[in-house]
T-cell receptor, first 112, second 113 residues
Framework: ETGVTQTPRHLVMGMTNKKSLKCEQH?????MYWYKQSAKKPLELMFV???????ENNSVPSRFSPECPNSSHLFLHLHTLQPEDSALYLC???????????FGSGTRLTVV | QQPVQSPQAVILREGEDAVINCSSS?????VHWYRQKHGEAPVFLMI?????EQKGHEKISASFNEKKQQSSLYLTASQLSYSGTYFC??????????????FGQGTELSVKP
């Protein structure tokens, strides 16, 4: 499989649940990103990993916890979420250098 | 720090042209352009790195005025397939080891037959 793959595509979770979102890229990229896309809002940068090290944490609440075990995989661990966290969560990857980002199809998260 | 896009929405007839603008209040290293169709992932169109640079992608081109921190996306002879939401993304500073790409609010483009 090529490109950036995100699982699951849809997720419904209660506010007391713990779940994880997974992102996998097969492009040989060495930077990976999490973005949040809410209705009527722009894409919001959450986390940036470069060469498996977190280089950006864009003031994201601690109930979101990223993990990057290697350059091909990125996780977003979720716990004690709020209804306003319901959104489309997009993963992206890029090569270092001046190229564009490749986005996954996203995980549609609903917190009930 | 979020770039500002204009217009917010535009409706075209097939074959018409459109311009989408992206402005930043900060000095920029690069500007990206993406298109997102409903229910799909954003797709990279092009990146502009230098002041005054112009690039083309089929009938879609863009310019970047570094001094004004502005970029414009030009869609000529629009096709139905051009419909979607267009986002500009901006990066500050030089070089990149894991960039910090900040997106504008998007411009919704609808092309009608």
């Amino acid at each position: 499989e090529t490109g950036v793959t995100q699982t699951p595509r849809h997720l419904v979770m209660g506010m007391t649940n713990k779940k994880s979102l997974k992102c996998e890229q097969h492009l040989g990229h060495n930077a990976m990103y999490w973005y949040k896309q809410s209705a009527k809002k722009p894409l919001e940068l959450m986390f940036v990993y470069s060469l498996e090290e977190r280089v950006e944490n864009n003031s994201v609440p601690s109930r979101f916890s990223p993990e990057c075990p290697n350059s091909s995989h990125l996780f977003l661990h979720l716990h004690t979420l709020q209804p306003e966290d319901s959104a489309l969560y997009l993963c992206a990857s890029s090569a270092t250098g001046d190229d564009g980002y490749t986005f996954g199809s996203g995980t549609r998260l609903t917190v009930v | 720090q979020q770039p500002v896009q204009s217009p917010q929405a535009v409706i075209l007839r097939e074959g018409e042209d459109a311009v989408i603008n992206c402005s930043s209040s900060k000095a920029l290293y690069s500007v990206h352009w993406y298109r997102q169709k409903h229910g799909e992932a954003p797709v990279f169109l092009m990146i502009l790195l230098k002041g005054g640079e112009q690039k083309g992608h089929e009938k879609i081109s863009a310019s970047f005025n570094e001094k004004k921190q502005q970029s414009s996306l030009y869609l000529t002879a629009s096709q139905l397939s051009y419909s979607g939401t267009y986002f500009c993304g901006t990066e500050r500073g030089g070089g990149r080891q894991g960039g910090k790409l900040i997106f504008g609010q998007g411009t919704e483009l609808s092309v009608k037959p």
